[in-house]
T-cell receptor, first 110, second 110 residues
Framework: GENVEQHPSTLSVQEGDSAVIKCTYSDSASNYFPWYKQELGKGPQLIID?????GEKKDQRIAVTLNKTAKHFSLHITETQPEDSAVYFC?????????FGSGTRLLVRP | DAGVIQSPRHEVTEMGQEVTLRCKPISGHDYLFWYRQTMMRGLELLIYFNNNVPIDDSGMPEDRFSAKMPNASFSTLKIQPSEPRDSAVYFC????????FGSGTQLSVL
């Protein structure tokens, strides 16, 4: 089955700096790669996603890149703000069965 | 729409007791998922349904766990008997590829 690894587990950045979170997946059949943000006491919320036929997708300050050959995908957050502080999860799926990475706790220091 | 609704929000019970977690998915969503979140194991997929039919329950840890979806607007996850290692946050999510999570049930088994 699919296995998703995520790094780093924690990330601390200064407000205004960029943050990058990286994931690798094992199943070459996976074709959908979403990213979720989880704030304290809440369920994960979808922030951006990418499909395997696209190499990069951007939405304002966040972007995701996918290297299907290497089975890597990454989340990039630019101009970080304190409200970006949360736990971020990557995930991969081939047919609706979404498998999550272990999460990255992002702290943005004011 | 009010989103995915889970109840109870918190549940504290003693070892050996039966626990029932409830979920109301977003109307019109064909898929419903149950996830468990712990610090050690992250977000684990337990089971998911399509049009009220269980599709994959390979993540259900033991026979003590069971899930039902009697209709399109209601699902339950039952643990009988409960054990301290079942303590976790249990999330219900609905959608298709894009998942919408509820706020979770924090379960503590003493």
């Amino acid at each position: 089955g699919e296995n998703v690894e995520q790094h780093p587990s924690t990330l601390s950045v200064q407000e205004g700096d960029s943050a990058v979170i990286k994931c690798t997946y094992s199943d070459s059949a996976s074709n959908y790669f979403p990213w979720y943000k989880q704030e304290l006491g809440k369920g994960p919320q979808l922030i951006i996603d990418i499909r395997s036929n696209v190499g990069e997708k951007k939405d304002q300050r966040i972007a995701v890149t996918l290297n299907k050959t290497a089975k890597h995908f990454s989340l990039h957050i630019t101009e970080t703000q304190p409200e970006d502080s949360a736990v971020y999860f990557c995930a991969a799926s081939e047919s609706y069965k979404l498998i999550f990475g272990s999460g990255t706790r992002l702290l943005v220091r004011p | 729409d009010a989103g995915v609704i889970q109840s109870p929000r918190h549940e504290v019970t003693e070892m050996g007791q039966e626990v029932t977690l409830r979920c109301k998915p977003i109307s019109g969503h064909d898929y419903l998922f149950w996830y468990r979140q712990t610090m050690m194991r992250g977000l684990e997929l337990l089971i998911y349904f399509n049009n009220n039919v269980p599709i994959d329950d390979s993540g259900m840890p033991e026979d003590r766990f069971s899930a039902k979806m009697p209709n399109a607007s209601f699902s339950t996850l039952k643990i009988q008997p409960s054990e301290p290692r079942d303590s976790a946050v249990y999330f219900c999510a609905s959608g298709g590829e894009k998942l919408f999570f509820g706020s979770g049930t924090q379960l503590s088994v003493l």
